[in-house]
């Protein structure tokens, strides 16, 4: 299965509400859904929709912060793991289980820490203050086959600024869902990101 690499990020997502919105995802082009587990219910809420969506997306947790939260989400059938944080427990329980991992990180220190710790890739985290500049300067030092995402701050307007410094993708959070957001609003915005990503791919 290849992805866009746009995260869809739907902190604050109910179970019941999970299906439905991560199908118009799917159905806009956006394939890599992540549930922050701090929404309600969240683990139930990966389960359901990684069994609604099976063959056609992955379905991972965000703000992970435990070993244990990990296996949670490996047993719903989540497929990736999004950690605030660089804790060397949780991304080698997440690798261990054959999930991919995606640390946050806003400094080379952190950057390398993940690095060795096994990280899948890195989440730069908050874009909008690092800036595109300041990624740059760190992926000058970083290997040049990692995959980096700009989160935090990163929307359709700028993803063209990322993608000149070597961004891999994003991940969207506010942008395209808060809660109570309907679903075809969700749908709108989903295609809109990836109109904007499709542009900034292609040069």
Same mark, same amino acid.
């Given at each position: 299965?290849?992805?866009?690499?746009?995260?869809?990020?739907?902190?604050?997502?109910?179970?019941?509400?999970?299906?439905?919105?991560?199908?118009?995802?799917?159905?806009?082009?956006?394939?890599?859904?992540?549930?922050?587990?701090?929404?309600?219910?969240?683990?139930?809420?990966?389960?359901?929709?990684?069994?609604?969506?099976?063959?056609?997306?992955?379905?991972?947790?965000?703000?992970?912060?435990?070993?244990?939260?990990?296996?949670?989400?490996?047993?719903?059938? @989540? !497929?990736? &793991?999004?950690? $605030?944080?660089?804790?060397? #427990?949780? %991304? =080698?329980?997440?690798?261990? *289980?054959?999930?991919? +991992?995606?640390?946050?990180?806003?400094?080379?220190?952190?950057?390398?820490?993940?690095?060795?710790?096994?990280?899948?890739?890195?989440?730069?985290?908050?874009?909008?203050?690092?800036?595109?500049?300041?990624?740059?300067?760190?992926?000058?030092?970083?290997?040049?086959?990692?995959?980096?995402?700009?989160?935090?701050?990163?929307?359709?307007?700028?993803?063209?600024?990322?993608?000149?410094?070597?961004?891999?993708?994003?991940?969207? @959070? !506010?942008? &395209?869902?808060? $809660?109570?957001?309907?679903? #075809?609003? %969700? =749908?709108?915005?989903?295609? *809109?990101?990836?109109? +904007?990503?499709?542009?900034?791919?292609?040069?």
């Amino acid at each position: 299965m290849s992805h866009r690499h746009i995260i869809a990020i739907l902190r604050g997502i109910t179970p019941e509400e999970a299906v439905p919105v991560c199908t118009a995802l799917v159905e806009a082009g956006i394939t890599l859904i992540e549930v922050p587990l701090n929404s309600p219910n969240a683990v139930d809420s990966i389960g359901r929709a990684a069994s609604a969506l099976s063959g056609r997306a992955e379905i991972g947790a965000g703000t992970v912060l435990s070993p244990e939260d990990v296996r949670a989400v490996a047993g719903a059938g @989540g !497929t990736f &793991i999004v950690s $605030p944080d660089t804790n060397p #427990a949780v %991304i =080698a329980e997440t690798v261990g *289980l054959g999930l991919k +991992s995606y640390p946050g990180v806003f400094s080379p220190t952190d950057a390398f820490a993940a690095i060795r710790a096994g990280a899948t890739g890195l989440k730069f985290f908050p874009a909008e203050v690092l800036g595109a500049k300041g990624i740059k300067a760190m992926k000058a030092v970083l290997p040049p086959q990692l995959p980096v995402y700009a989160v935090g701050g990163a929307n359709p307007d700028n993803f063209h600024e990322f993608f000149a410094v070597g961004c891999t993708g994003f991940g969207l @959070g !506010t942008y &395209i869902f808060k $809660p109570g957001m309907g679903v #075809a609003e %969700i =749908a709108d915005r989903a295609r *809109l990101a990836v109109a +904007s990503y499709d542009r900034g791919a292609a040069k």
